[in-house]
């Protein structure tokens, strides 16, 4: 499997660096977004290293759409969210901050207003896990 010792997601899924995991499979793997936009922010990548949708195969691409569908599901029916954004960036331009394809599943309140450019500002982690067990009940 093609890794990239320096990627902070590859460290994920070697198990090198915690997370708050939600679900894997052989192909995908989805966690807590440690700079959550909003509450129940989570994300889904492939396992395997590839910098985004430009060059990411296609089977691993369909892999990680059914991982999305599987969190959003479970995102909405755990956290009741006024809406549900499933966002993904590419470059710089589109403020991609981490150069390991992912996915965001993104829970929305009404009036929240939220940007694309979200910004990156640490969640508290007591939250971010208990609403990673609340999401995992639903799943
Ligand atoms: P983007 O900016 O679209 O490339 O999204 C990358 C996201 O990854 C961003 O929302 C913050 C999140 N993130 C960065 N480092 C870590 C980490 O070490 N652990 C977790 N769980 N999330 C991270």
Redesign the pocket.
Known sequence: MQTDKDC?FCK?VAGE?P?FKLYEDDSTLS?????PANEGHA?VIPKEHWRNVYVVPDDLFAAVAVSVKKIAQAVQSALSPDGVNVVQ?NGKGA????EHF?V?VLPRTLGDELKLNWG?NPGDMERIKICSETIKAAL
């Open positions: 902070i994920i660096i997370c966690f807590m977004d440690i700079n994300l960036a403020a991609q901050s981490v992912h965001h990156l």
